[in-house]
């Protein structure tokens, strides 16, 4: 039988008496309605929410739980004045664990930890008069980003086939405690072919605007090309854009190690590489 469904069949048992016998004995049985080797089936139809829940863990291997590390160095290139050079860089880890509830429209939660800390020019595009003396002038260069950032979202999906990720975040930055949050909406399959839409917003550090698409070049093998409008790692900072484009090896295991490459620039005369690494683990 493949479920959902109901097999059931009638039979009869035929009675016979024999010589001295005071009981009536068993002569067989007869198949009323279909039999042993083939019985009647009748299908259970599953509820909409049942069959979404069941294709969503079947895409998913039948694993709720994911952890996931990921890390990379954006660089924007070095500035220069005279004798002065400060560069234009930051780094970025995340580590969170998510669960699929899958009792929609709440589809996954998530928290996680975030480090963004790098140096930067004190001004929004160029060196700052300051730096005329020299790079380790005061204001000449500034120490940007944080250490602690612990965040929490939401993976709502009230249609299949479409999701909003919205994350709060807490971060201890240069200045104190600040906040921000994330919004994603996505279409498709966020392992797979999708297309992405979202912002991120970091007190005192910067936002983020983006747009990604993702798609399976191989069976296994997704890859996502995005395209980024930032300030980060500091909000005074002029907006630069990044193109990325990632690669993810999923294991039989569970395991995925993803590798990203691209490029950012504030202006068309200087810029940098973009490079990354992540794994994640499902289970």
Request: with cysteine.
């Amino acid at each position: 039988m493949t479920p959902p469904g109901l097999e059931y069949f009638l039979i009869t048992t035929a009675t016979g008496a024999t010589a001295g016998a005071t009981e009536p004995v068993s002569a067989g049985t007869v198949d009323e309605f279909a039999s042993a080797v083939q019985p009647h089936l009748i299908a259970v139809q599953d509820s909409p929410q049942a069959q979404r829940k069941s294709r969503d863990l079947a895409r998913a291997l039948g694993r709720r739980s994911r952890i996931r590390v990921a890390g990379e160095l954006v660089d924007y290139g070095t500035r220069t004045d005279g004798a002065a050079e400060v560069t234009d860089r930051y780094y970025r880890v995340d580590a969170d664990f998510g669960y699929r509830l899958l009792t929609y429209p709440l589809e996954e939660i998530r928290f996680g930890y975030t480090r963004l800390e790098g140096v930067v020019p004190n001004a929004p595009r160029d060196l700052p008069a300051a730096c005329q003396a020299g790079a380790e002038s005061a204001g000449c260069k500034l120490d940007a980003g944080y250490k602690v950032g612990g965040w929490f979202e939401l993976g709502l999906a009230p249609v299949e086939g479409v999701r909003f990720d919205l994350r709060g975040l807490f971060m201890a930055n240069q200045q104190g405690v600040a906040v921000g949050g994330r919004g994603e909406l996505r279409v498709g399959v966020a392992d797979a072919n999708h297309l992405a839409l979202g912002v991120e917003y970091q007190e005192k550090v910067g936002t983020t605007a983006y747009f990604r698409l993702g798609w399976l070049a191989l069976p296994r093998l997704p890859m996502a090309a995005t395209v980024e409008v930032t300030d980060l790692p500091a909000s005074l900072r002029s907006s630069g854009v990044r193109l990325l484009y990632d690669v993810f090896y999923p294991l039989p295991s569970g395991l995925r190690l993803g590798l990203r490459a691209g490029y950012a620039a504030r202006d068309q005369f200087i810029g940098g590489a973009t490079g990354g690494l992540s794994a994640s683990y499902d289970f």
